[in-house]
């Protein structure tokens, strides 16, 4: 199997947290509408929330605003909008013990502590299509998943 290597630009605060974890990640190209940056971003709400105040998306969780990315323009509060890109980007989350795949962490917390088979479980990140893996070793080098 070959692995194409693509160069791009990474967000600092992901590659920050991929230093530390010492752990590859999937990023994905911001395609925020109004100012779009060229950056890749991970695709986990907190740095989705990260990126999007780089972006000037500031203020109180409960700012109305629209959503940009790939020309969406849903209205949502602010405090939903990192939530919200994850939907766009296919982020998903898979149970580890029955493998049921939901598509936020909130909705498989409930599965996992209704379910007496599933307590145990752990939450699995499942990448979407248009994700790129990173390494610690080489962060400039990739390879679309």
Known sequence: MSLDIIP???DPETLFRMEQS?????????ELQQAPC??????TTSAVSAHLRRHGITGPESAVIACTWGGCNKILKKG????????????KVRCSICRIVKCRHDILRAHITSSDSCRFAIAEDVPGPGGYVIAPITAAHMHQV
């Open 80 to 91: 939903s909008m990192a939530r919200h890109i994850l939907i766009h980007l296919g982020v």
């Open 8 to 10: 791009v630009a990474v």
């Open 38 to 43: 060229g950056m890749c971003l991970e695709g």
């Open 22 to 30: 010492a752990q590859p990640c999937v990023v994905y190209e911001c």
